[in-house]
């Protein structure tokens, strides 16, 4: 990954989709996303809940997965900055991994009103 700046667009893709694949390799969170991602997909798939449920959901998805990716991004950097055990190196990641549970609990209360209008 090149760090230099204004670099062409297809050199920034290939750094944003490293990053994805660094989180997805070194991060077991971020596999239960991906095969969550890929559940949810397959669902939509077969029930066919209509193009704003389909919206709903893949930005629900998409919220997921941008805190994962942030909550991943500051545990790299931080322990990379400060390795030792230190109190607010604790709470900086407790309040990334609530990102991500906040964002999961979105995710879940939009999969629960979806089951509802499709089965109720």
């Given at each position: 990954?090149?760090?230099e ?5 297809p ?5 944003a ?6 989180a997805?390799?070194h ?5 239960t ?9 397959g669902a939509?798939?077969w029930f066919q809940?209509?193009a ?23 545990e ?5 900055l400060h390795?030792?055990?230190h109190?607010?190196v ?29 089965f109720?």
């Amino acid at each position: 990954m090149s760090l230099e700046k204004n670099q062409s667009f297809p050199r920034r893709l290939r750094n944003a989709l490293a990053g994805l694949r660094h989180a997805v390799a070194h991060e077991r969170s971020a596999r239960t996303h991906l095969l969550a991602t890929v559940l949810v997909g397959g669902a939509l798939v077969w029930f066919q809940p209509g193009a704003v449920w389909v919206a709903v959901v893949v930005i629900a998805i998409g919220l997921v997965w941008v805190a994962e990716l942030i909550n991943t991004a500051i545990e790299v950097l931080i322990d990379h900055l400060h390795p030792a055990q230190h109190e607010q190196v604790r709470i900086i990641k407790d309040c990334a991994a609530a990102a991500v549970l906040v964002a999961s609990l979105v995710a879940l209360g939009v999969a629960l009103a979806l089951v509802v209008h499709l089965f109720f």
